[in-house]
């Protein structure tokens, strides 16, 4: 069975820091492109980054230069290094991982950026 | 980067409507689009990918098609359950985007 599960997420002080992590079974992280989506509270959905497979990185305008995305292979597992917080980056953020025509998600973590 | 823009952004209709949202692509690109539904509190639910395929497990009274820059969700018979949020999503570059979702709500 495919779990995708998320954790790291809390309340942090606006430039502040915070790693997210997304540990995975079913599959294998490596082998596959992963992605964070968040949503911030009564707002839509908000594509984050991406990895892939052969380890390219993408990112949204809005986070690039502040997020890292990696993974660690041994743990199968997947993060996001929250760097340089803002009030508009607090969110439920999600792992997630489309392989059609299945698709996966954590149940996301919440993180508040605020004093 | 290729933006999408949904409408309507609120629907209301009835059990047994058609339903069909539009997403428009600032550009033109294949058919690397998908349709989400979400509920409150859940994370979002697969339906179309590639524009048209159904997803794994996905009601037949849901229907994908576009091509280009438009692209549109139909709910052929709308039933108590699918009173939720849709979005659609590209991933035909390497930024992904989303419209800004649909709600559709009980008329």
């Known amino acids: 069975e495919v779990q995708l599960v998320e954790s790291g997420g809390g309340l942090i002080q606006p430039g502040g820091s915070l790693r997210l992590s997304c540990a995975v079974s079913g599959f294998i992280v490596g082998s596959n492109y992963m992605s964070w989506v968040r949503q911030a509270p009564g707002k839509g959905l908000e594509w984050v980054s991406l990895i892939y497979s052969g380890g390219s990185i993408h990112y949204a305008d809005s986070v690039k230069g502040r997020f890292t995305i990696s993974r660690d292979n041994s743990k199968n597992t997947v993060y996001l290094q929250m760097n340089s917080l803002r009030a508009e980056d607090t969110a439920v953020y999600y792992c997630h991982r489309l392989a059609a025509p299945f698709d996966y998600w954590g149940q996301g973590t919440l993180v508040t950026v605020s004093s | ?107």
């Open chain 2, 1 to 107: 980067d290729i933006q999408m823009t949904q409408s309507p952004s609120t629907l209301s209709a009835s059990v047994g409507d058609r339903v069909t949202i539009t997403c428009r692509a600032s550009q033109s690109f294949s058919d690397w689009l998908a349709w989400y539904q979400q509920k409150p509190g859940r994370a979002p639910k697969l339906l179309i990918y590639k524009a048209s395929s159904l997803g794994s497990g996905v009601p037949s009274r849901f229907s994908g098609s576009g091509s280009g820059t438009e692209f549109t969700l139909t709910i052929s018979s709308l039933q108590p359950d699918d009173f939720a949020t849709y979005y659609c999503q590209q991933y035909n570059s390497y930024w992904e985007t989303f419209g800004q979702g649909t709600k559709v709500e009980i008329k």
